[in-house]
Structure formats: C-alpha cells, structure tokens
Nanobody, 120 residues
Framework: QVQLVESGGGLVQPGGSLRLPCAAS????????MAWYHQAPGKLRDLVAT???????NYADSVKGRFTISRDNGQNTVFLQMNNLKPENTAVYYC??????????????WGQGTQVTVSS
C-alpha cells in the first residue's frame, strides 16, 4: 500500500508564489517518473510538469519559466514551485507517481489533490 500526501495549496494574489510538496510513503522500493497535473472547474485534468529519476524535466507551455518541478529521492517527495501565479492557474493540483513496490509491482499512484486559488 502506497500513500501520497500533498500540501501547500491555498489562496494567493496574482504574481505570488506557492510551493507544493507531495510525499510518498508505504511499500516503496523505487520511485520512477513523478508528475504534477491540474484540473480547473469544468475542465479535464491536464499535465503540468514531469520529472524523471535522474532529474530530466518537461513542462506544459503555459507554465514554462514560471513553474519548477523537483524531487528528493531520499524522501520520496516531489515538489512544484509556482512563481508569478496567474488567475488561470486556479485549479486542483494532483501529484502522480510511478513506482515499484516492495513486492515488485509497478504501480501508478495519485495524490488527493490540493486547491490553488489565484485571486486578488
């Protein structure tokens, strides 16, 4: 059993910053690709950023230069640093982790989501 716990969401003014951590715990052998998605009201869940085990990153065009994804492999944690936030970044943010469990299974896990609201 693997759990993902997200935190760090909240209300922020346009131009502000937030940092979202997502910590994985449980029967984990090895973490693979990690990612952040967001889902705005009435819209589909979209990919924001991904990071490979060796640190290679990819970003949605809309967040390039403003958001940074990073990971701490020792703590099984992925972070999303969001700078210069805009109202259109308002959404629920979900972390997504691919991993190998201690029983040898390859699994994909989702966090519970954390609300980010950008408004003045």
């Amino acid at each position: 059993q693997v759990q993902l716990v997200e935190s760090g969401g909240g209300l922020v003014q346009p131009g502000g910053s937030l940092r979202l951590p997502c910590a994985a715990s449980g029967s984990i052998s090895l973490m693979d690709d990690m990612a952040w998605y967001h889902q705005a009201p009435g819209k589909l869940r979209d990919l924001v950023a991904t990071i490979s085990p060796d640190g290679n990153t990819n970003y949605a065009d809309s967040v390039k230069g403003r958001f940074t994804i990073s990971r701490d492999n020792g703590q099984n944690t992925v972070f999303l640093q969001m700078n210069n936030l805009k109202p259109e970044n308002t959404a629920v943010y979900y972390c997504n982790v691919h991993l190998y469990t201690r029983t040898g299974h390859y699994s994909t896990c989702w966090g519970q989501g954390t609300q980010v609201t950008v408004s003045s």
